[in-house]
């Protein structure tokens, strides 16, 4: 799963959401710039050095290691293998995990302010706070 989140006034959410929309085509289709790639690349690998200092986090990755088959090292070699990436291979894996359409655009907020916006994107379903689609209602018995 690939997600992308902003917080943002009523007023302004499908600007929002038209601009993340664009972001992500944009790292589909254009290689990263070397200094920004860098720049992301310190701070992921930094992330992940603090976080061992977690055990809880340590023990769930001894566990990923088992639950999705990685290599054994696959944290030991974490740091190092984020420090090789290169603007073509992050296209390149931008392509693979990030869709290009058929997405799902979650909204929380007010549904009369961000409805009319979102409308343009394609179909628009607003659920109620029991995450029931609004206007319907289920009928026990």
């Known amino acids: 799963m690939f997600s992308a989140t902003a917080e943002v006034r009523n007023e302004v959410t499908g600007k929002a959401v ?3 929309l664009n972001e992500l085509k944009r790292i589909r289709e254009e290689p990263i710039p070397e200094p920004e790639l860098d720049l992301r690349k310190q701070y992921v690998a930094g ?3 603090l976080s061992l ?3 809880r986090r340590n023990l769930e990755r001894v566990q990923d290691i088992d639950l999705f088959g990685l290599p054994n090292d696959y944290y030991q070699t974490l740091v190092s293998r984020i ?3 290169d603007p073509n291979e992050a296209q390149s894996l931008a392509r693979k995990y990030i869709p290009a359409r058929d997405v799902a655009i979650i909204v929380v907020g007010d549904a009369d ?3 009319p ?3 343009p994107l394609g179909p628009v379903t ?3 706070t029991d995450l029931k689609v609004k ?5 026990d018995g």
């Open 53 to 55: 200092e977690s055990d």
């Open 135 to 139: 206007g319907q209602h289920n009928v």
């Open 126 to 128: 607003v659920y109620d």
């Open 47 to 49: 992330n992940y050095l």
């Open 18 to 20: 038209i601009e993340i």
């Open 117 to 119: 916006q979102l409308e």
């Open 83 to 85: 420090r090789e990436v």
């Open 113 to 115: 302010q961000i409805r």
